[in-house]
């Protein structure tokens, strides 16, 4: 059965007919078409969905989106202001941080929750924060780099 | 577009509303930070008409310190667990086994809660309905036929949680709420050792809290091994606790996880207490370990390793902690 939920993404209000068995992951991408967070897996393995929960991170995936009534939701759609690309985003592009692109929405949402609580991680902090973002392509190390190098740069 | 299957979503906002709620809807399930309940239902292994959701029950997320105990609401995070000073300070061994549970995003949502309840895993249980299909299901779903032990009348799928067991080094009770009301065990008469029914609590009944006493002169450490070790369930675990006076050893409690259908108390120490820590008593502690070591093949990585890699464990944090009391001898106050 559908319920209103009421939450704010990617800083507006919203309100929507939400069916009580809908995944976070269903209502981004299928009710509101925000397909930049992926789904890579089949429940909490990857890190693919990962989005901000009033600023932490969460695996869409694995939380209803009744769940997150009245709570601050923000993807990945909400870091380009204007179509300018966040550091972090344009640092996953010039530090080779991304390949194939999948797990890259869930690297980014995870790194930008660790610079807003840490804004100069060292290597054992930025490893120990996407822990649970698996990357198919890259190796990682060039992840590692690209969040080094948003992290020297001041927030825009 | 759904990919869970449906359910009325209930949202209690107390643990009475929260058991009565259940009473009403006996094939309910409750839902606290679902990282474990959402893949199992998207994966088909659990059914339900309705979900009855903890997380607006706030009298679940406290953590308060009283007459020499603490008591922790199921509702908190395993992120909170593994950052709160008291808790690595006073009882390292919980500290240390909720920073090693699944990956740091999981620990946000995850709570103390659904640790504790856990589902049991098993290599043949923990996949898809076509991959269970394609092997004609198990005993645990769908069949009447084990994959792990084909003869066996039972389940052996393992109990994975990295809590239980250092909650049981640490000598805590949990406290469950029912229709009639309150009642309080010790953390090992919460399990059974049965893959399909693994948990001693009561259809209608809810986990409320923990109790674990602040001891004096007890250290205490967690230790898992994993195939990853950024995110993955223990292949096995091993908390113990230690209590060391002078060159003797007046306390030694050891409990494991992952290589049985509940966490296993390790049986059989008590005789080393006044004895100091020699290879006799570590001789001891690796066969009493290995006598509670009690892996089947729920995993894809071997049981031997498994059986194997337990004493070794067991007998490195013995020996750290030991050593560590032995740098300060008062331990901690
Ligand atoms: C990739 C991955 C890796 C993981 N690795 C680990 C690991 O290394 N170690 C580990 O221990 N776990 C691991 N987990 C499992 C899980 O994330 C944790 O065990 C977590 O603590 C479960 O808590 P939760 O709040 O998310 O539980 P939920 O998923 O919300 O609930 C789990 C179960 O407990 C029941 N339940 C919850 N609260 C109560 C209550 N108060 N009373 C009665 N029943 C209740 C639910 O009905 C459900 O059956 C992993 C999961 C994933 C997806
Ligand atoms: S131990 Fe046997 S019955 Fe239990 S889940 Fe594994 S294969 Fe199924
Ligand atoms: S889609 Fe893989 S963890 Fe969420
Ligand atoms: S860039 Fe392809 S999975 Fe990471």
Redesign the pocket.
């Known amino acids: 059965m559908k319920k209103l939920l009421r939450l704010s993404v990617n800083g507006k209000p919203r309100e929507d007919a939400v069916a009580e068995n809908a995944l976070l992951l269903d209502y981004l991408r299928g009710t509101l078409g925000l397909t930049g967070t992926k789904q890579g897996c089949d429940?909490?393995?990857c890190g693919a969905c990962t989005v901000l929960v009033d600023s932490q991170p969460r695996l869409a995936c694995?939380t209803l989106a009744h769940s997150v009534a009245g709570r601050s939701v923000e993807t990945i759609e909400s870091l380009s202001a204007e179509g300018n690309l966040s550091r972090l985003q344009r640092a996953f592009h010039e530090h080779l941080g991304t390949q194939c692109g999948f797990c890259t929405p869930g690297m980014i949402m995870a790194a930008e929750a660790l610079l807003r609580v840490n804004p100069h991680p060292d290597r054992a902090a930025i490893r120990a924060s996407l822990a649970g973002n698996l990357c198919r392509c890259t190796g990682y190390v060039k992840i590692i780099e690209s969040v080094e190098a948003a992290a020297q740069e001041q927030p825009v | 577009m759904s990919t869970l299957p449906d359910f009325r979503l209930m949202r209690p906002a107390t643990a009475s509303d929260a058991v009565r709620m259940r009473a009403l809807h006996p094939s309910s399930?409750?839902?606290?930070?679902?990282?474990?309940?959402?893949?199992n239902m998207r994966r088909g292994l659990v059914a339900t008409d309705v979900v009855i959701a903890?997380g607006d029950v706030e009298e679940?997320t406290g953590l308060h310190e009283e007459a020499g105990s603490l008591t922790i609401g199921?509702g908190v995070t395993?992120a909170t667990l593994a950052a709160n000073k008291l808790v690595q300070e006073r009882l390292p061994a919980l500290a240390q086994a909720a920073a090693?549970?699944?990956?740091p995003t999981?620990r946000i949502?995850?709570?103390l809660?659904?640790?504790l309840?856990?589902?049991t895993r098993c290599r043949f249980y923990n996949q898809s309905e076509p991959w269970r299909e394609a092997n004609d299901y198990c005993m645990k779903l769908g069949s009447d036929t084990c994959r792990v032990a084909s003869k066996s009348a039972r389940c052996y799928a393992a109990f994975?949680?990295?809590?239980a067991p250092a909650l049981m080094v640490l000598a805590a009770e949990v406290e469950l709420l029912g229709p009639l009301g309150t009642r309080v065990l010790p953390i090992a008469d919460f399990y059974r050792e049965d893959g399909m029914a693994w948990l001693a609590?009561a259809p209608d009944e809810?986990?409320?809290a923990v109790r674990v006493p602040l001891k004096n002169g007890w250290v205490s450490a967690y230790e898992k091994v994993?195939v990853r070790g950024s995110?993955?369930?223990?292949l096995a675990g091993v908390a113990v606790a230690l209590r060391r006076e002078g060159d003797a050893l007046v306390g030694l409690r050891i409990a494991l996880t992952g290589v049985s259908s509940r966490p296993e108390s390790v049986s059989g120490l008590e005789a080393m207490a006044g004895h100091p820590l020699d290879d006799t008593a570590l001789a001891i502690i690796a066969r009493q370990v290995k006598l509670g070591t009690k892996a089947m093949e729920t995993t894809l990585i071997e049981v031997p390793f498994r059986r194997r890699i337990t004493p070794v464990l067991a007998k490195r944090l013995v020996e750290r902690l030991w050593g560590m009391v032995g740098d300060n001898p008062i331990g901690p106050s």
Do not use: K, Q, W
Request: charge should be negative; glycine fraction near 20%; hydrophobic fraction near 40%.
């Open positions: 429940g909490g393995e694995s | 399930r409750y839902l606290a930070g679902g990282t474990d309940l959402l893949p903890l679940l199921v395993l090693g549970v699944a990956g999981h949502s995850a709570t809660g659904g640790n309840c856990l589902e994975s949680g990295d809590l609590m809810l986990l409320v994993r995110i993955d369930f223990p």
